[in-house]
């Protein structure tokens, strides 16, 4: 009887990793994603051009891993075979999008760099790789082998987290990291369970998230405590005050 109990249990729990949590993370994904993309959008006289591309990078990545997440969902039936084969690709070139856009936002973020150029080719040879399989057997290895590269990213983003030494993102980009070995360990039948590495990746996303809006949140109180201060007429040479923040834009683009 114990041994049963332990399959309901273990069966339980992974049915909640991978049921209810995933439309939970496809929601999640999308939210994060439209949030930084407004963001980007809706301040960017306020943000720096580096900024700006940040938010929309990680924007950007956020809803690629929402497709992704696609593969995951609980199905009823297999639908058409081939149809499932082309969601199956349509998630795996949004996870490939997905790393590529993150490292794209990672690479400006902490190191304040741009992502060489044949980062892109090697990312846009994964997603053809995935597209143009013929197959499932031929994507199962495919994909396989893709995995590699999307692997050492993430250890690759991991090291230059932990160089830039912002605190609140370490914690993240060590969880990540824990989760992609967690699914290499089940990939190479060392161990069982429900794969995490999709968790570890909406941490990640959030612990970004949480900074942005951090920093938005002192970017829009400064512009309003200077829209407040005194603003020198070159016309009359007299003193303009109190300035609304919507005024002080007026003036700045007049």
């Known amino acids: 009887m114990a041994v049963y ?3 309901y249990v273990k069966t339980g729990i992974q049915n909640f990793f991978n049921g209810s949590l995933i439309f939970l993370l496809i929601g999640g994904y999308g939210a994060v994603g439209l949030l930084l993309i407004l963001l ?13 591309r940040i938010f929309s990078f990680f924007g950007i990545a956020s809803f690629c891993f ?3 997440m696609i593969d995951s969902m609980y199905r009823s039936s297999t639908l058409n075979l081939t149809l499932l084969l082309n969601i199956r690709k ?11 856009f993150l490292l794209l936002g990672i690479n400006r973020y902490l190191s304040n760099k741009t992502t060489p150029k044949w980062v892109m080719v090697i990312y846009s040879i994964l997603g053809l790789s995935a597209i143009l399989a013929p197959g499932y057997k031929s994507l199962y290895y495919v994909t396989g082998i893709n995995h590699i590269t999307i692997f050492i990213t993430i250890f690759y983003i991991l090291k230059l987290t932990i160089f830039s030494r912002k605190n609140a993102m370490v914690f993240s980009g060590t969880l990540l990291a824990l989760c992609a070995v967690q699914s290499i360990l089940i990939d190479a039948t060392i161990i069982d369970g ?13 612990s970004f998230t949480f900074i942005v809006a951090y920093k938005y949140s002192n970017i829009e109180q400064e512009s309003i405590a200077l ?18 923040y919507q005024q002080l834009n007026l003036l700045t683009m007049i």
């Open 227 to 244: 829209s407040r201060k005194v603003v020198l007429d070159a016309m009359t040479g007299g003193l303009i005050t109190e300035l609304t």
């Open 40 to 52: 980007a959008r809706t301040s960017f006289r306020n943000l720096r051009t580096n900024d700006v």
């Open 90 to 100: 349509l998630s795996f070139l949004g996870l490939y999008l997905g790393i590529y």
């Open 66 to 68: 929402s497709i992704f």
């Open 194 to 206: 429900a794969y995490l590495y999709h968790y570890g990746l909406f941490i990640y996303m959030m």
């Open 5 to 7: 109990d332990n399959v």
